[in-house]
C-alpha cells in the first residue's frame, strides 16, 4: 500500500484544513486507515482512524468535536477535515494504513500500522 499526503500549510488559530490522502495498491480497501501526527521534539501520537468497514471511526480526546476523518474508497483518498485548529496541532501529520482481521476495528497505536506516508506539515500560527 502506497500513501501520499497533502493539504497541509499555514493557518492562523481558529482557522480549518483539509488533508488528504491518496492511497494506491490493490488490497488497500481491506485495511483500516488513520492519521497521526508528531511535533518536534515529542512521539507520534494517533488522531483519528476509521476500520476498513468504514463504519467505525475512533478521534483522540484532543481533536474531538474539531477532527473529522472521512475515506471515500472509489477515489482512493482518505481525509482528515480540521477545524478550530490551535498551536498546539502544529505537527507534521502522517495517514498510515494496518490490517485487522476484525473489519470494524481500527486504533490508533502506532505498531499497529504497516503503510506510512512522507508527512505533510501543518502549522498554527497567527
Known amino acids: 500500500v502506497h500513501l501520499v499526503e497533502s493539504g497541509g500549510g499555514l493557518v492562523q488559530p481558529g482557522g480549518s484544513l483539509r488533508l488528504s490522502c491518496a492511497t494506491s495498491?490493490?488490497?488497500?480497501?481491506?485495511?483500516?486507515v488513520a492519521w497521526f501526527r508528531q511535533a518536534p521534539g515529542k512521539e507520534r501520537e494517533g488522531v483519528a482512524c476509521?476500520?476498513?468497514?468504514?463504519?467505525?471511526?475512533y478521534y483522540a480526546d484532543f481533536v474531538k468535536g474539531r477532527f473529522t476523518i472521512s475515506r471515500d474508497k472509489a477515489k482512493g483518498t482518505m481525509y482528515l477535515q480540521t477545524n478550530s485548529l490551535k498551536p498546539e496541532d502544529t505537527a507534521v501529520y502522517y495517514c498510515?494504513?494496518?490490517?485487522?482481521?476484525?473489519?470494524?476495528?481500527?486504533?490508533?497505536?502506532?505498531?499497529?500500522?504497516?503503510?506510512w506516508g512522507q508527512g505533510t506539515q501543518v502549522t498554527v500560527s497567527s
Open positions: 498510515t494504513a494496518g490490517y485487522y482481521t476484525d473489519s470494524l476495528r481500527c486504533g490508533l497505536v502506532v505498531d499497529e500500522y504497516d503503510y
Open positions: 495498491g490493490s488490497s488497500s480497501d481491506f485495511y483500516a
Open positions: 476509521i476500520s476498513s468497514s468504514d463504519d467505525n471511526t
